[in-house]
């Protein structure tokens, strides 16, 4: 069964760069009917898909947050990152990480999530 | 982008009701829909995709319904461990997008 757990740290400082990790277990990141997500929860707001990164590199990302946003992977330690500069108190959530199939359409899923890292922009 | 409305944000129900919660997209999408189940401190669960499709291991007291634009979800005998919040996801075109969510308690 795959789990996958979030981590990084807790607070971070206005301006500096977010940094987090998705350790996946149970399945490799280099299965290729998979693609791998990031999503965020703003307290007491609906989700938000950040984007996604395939075990190969390529990765699409929301134009909301594109110029800001790079995600990475390491097939070598079955885990995939997200990086996330010059933030505000505005991103401040609960960040998931997710395994999804192919990213649109009827089997566009998140069948597994984390249960999400909560990350406070704070100086 | 495609904007999910869902309704209602929240309603009150009790161990054995029917429940149907509701999600509007902005453009036609198909069945390209999924429902999941947010509970906060546990992983969010996939419910439905495909807009009708039981995802593995999911109690069949769990039903989606619709295409287009018009999706329900619908929890056919409510019990004890449904009370938490759902919410819907487009996967007919990027960015994303979910619906605000709905929350079901206790009434």
């Known amino acids: 069964q795959v789990q996958l757990e979030e981590s990084g740290p807790g607070v971070v400082r206005p301006s500096q760069t977010l940094s987090l990790t998705c350790t996946v277990s149970g399945a490799s990141i280099k299965n290729g009917a998979y693609y791998w997500h990031w999503i965020r929860q703003h307290p007491g707001r609906g989700l938000e898909w950040i984007g996604y990164i395939y075990y190969t590199g390529s990765s699409h990302y929301n134009p909301s947050v594109k110029s800001l946003v790079s995600m990475s992977v390491d097939t070598s330690k079955n885990q995939f990152s997200l990086n996330l500069t010059s933030v505000t108190a505005a991103d401040t959530a609960v960040y998931f990480c997710?395994?999804?199939?192919?990213?649109?359409?009827?089997?566009?899923?998140?069948?597994?999530w984390g249960q999400g890292t909560l990350a406070t922009v704070s100086s | 982008d495609i904007q999910m409305t869902q309704f209602p944000s929240s309603l009150s129900a009790s161990v054995g009701d029917r429940v149907t919660i509701t999600c509007r997209a902005s453009q036609n999408m198909n069945d390209h829909l999924s429902w999941y189940q947010l509970v906060p401190g546990k992983p969010p669960r996939l419910l439905i995709y495909g807009a009708s499709r039981l995802q593995s291991g999911v109690p069949s007291r769990f039903s989606g319904s619709g295409s287009g634009t018009d999706f329900t979800l619908t929890i056919h005998s409510l019990q004890p461990e449904d009370f938490a919040t759902y919410c819907c996801q487009q996967t007919h075109t990027f960015p994303l997008t979910f619906g605000q969510g709905t929350t079901v308690d206790m009434k």
């Open positions: 997710a395994r999804g199939g192919p990213p649109v359409g009827r089997m566009g899923r998140l069948d597994s």
